[in-house]
């Protein structure tokens, strides 16, 4: 050590003032602890017995990367620092293992349970030109597996109608063996196949649904449709909102602006997911100043508010037209001949082929075709009523033929002498010929004596439902 000081000080100053600071930095560099160091009493902290208990749980986030399900029993107990290290020492993590992160490792409940009976999971989305058997072997099943899946009852039903866009959800063990097979099959129904060694299992799992009801109301500006749309209803619900009062009122013809309807209709929800739009419950329409109810009670029917059928003996319309061309006139000019004769029925415009309806139920008397009427048919519905069907494309019944209200009977055309396609319509009482349009129909059925208690409460209900809502939202504009 002498001899170091005495060559440092034979040394220029210059030298020794530079060697000086190098050591000063050599020895700070050296008192400093370096990260492995902090990272080993941290280490030994934790597992130190004089700071922590024999036996505790093991952190989540300190647990073997081990896939769950490989742990067995053991996994579920509270393991002690011994039972730690001698998992990792004696039973390492397969090279295939994916490590648990967490938030992974904190799931529990059937997710758990999923994972540890299904170890791969994947998601094979049904493209352009895809049959169950592209798909299967697209997820690695054998031939043998793809055969036994297809001869299941419900596989047969509802996997071999698979369409693009669908998809189905294939499940195997660690082995890479298949173990389930998923399909949704709508939005409440789910076909689950499992398989157990070669043992299958099908069954279709469903949602609980909710109902709820829903109410909306709108007034007439330019037409029902627009003001429909705008309520929020699907074009499913105008149809079956003009149906109901289909009897009552010509929504072609009878419909002003300022006229109104409110509807009370089922909502279905699965899990608080919107599925799909119900029945409609109850129904106000008002229409040139006066008012139409209807109630939809428990058999599927729609009866008035005071328990009256919706249901008429014969529909105000028998086709769904464009337009009236020519109303029922007893002085009228023939477009044709030019003379004044008689105009003993209704024309309604629409395109060639539309259906045509039996406007009530009753037996075909005639069917057949003339120069004049073209393709007809004439309807016999009882002793005092007739109606008539002219110059249809086609007849679908035959002389003879007993029919039912709303039944196809034809297609609208352009046969006979016509100046153009539309369907000609009369309607006969007691031999006289009557204004389709504004004849006064039968009188409705009213709902049975011993439901009528019943319905009146749920129609009081409903009505006072709709009334309040309506009052609700006139009160918010």
Known sequence: MGKV????KLL???HQVLLSILSVITMITMLLPSEEAQASRQTRGLNDPA???SSYDVPLAF??????????????QNLTEEHFAAEQASSPAPASATPLSSAEALSTGAESLESANHRDVEHFNVKNGDTLAAVFTRAGLSSKEVYDITQLPLAKQNLLKIMPGEEIVISKDANGALTEVRYRVDAVSTLVITKNHD???????EKDVEVRSHFTHANIKTNFWNAAVDAGMTANQIMQLSTIFGWDIDFALDLREG???????EQEYANGEFLRNGNILAAEFVNQDERYTAIRYTDGNYYSENGTSMRKAFLRSPVDFKYVSS????????PVTGQVKAHRGVDYVAAIGTPIKAAGSGRVIESGYNQFNGNYVVIQHNNTYTTKYLHLTKRNVSKGATVKQGQIIGTLGKTGRVTGAHLHYEFIVNGVHRNPRTVTFPKSEAIARKEKPQFDALSQQLMATIAQNKQTQLAMQ
């Open 51 to 53: 700071q922590s208990p």
């Open 199 to 205: 043992q299958y299992l099908e069954t279709i799992s």
């Open 5 to 8: 000081i005495t060559l440092f």
């Open 12 to 14: 220029p100053k210059k």
């Open 259 to 265: 006229d109104s309807f409110a509807i009370i209709y």
């Open 63 to 76: 647990r073997a990367p081990v896939r769950p399900g490989d742990l067995g029993e053991q996994a579920e």
């Open 327 to 334: 109303n029922f006139n007893p002085k009228r000019l023939h």
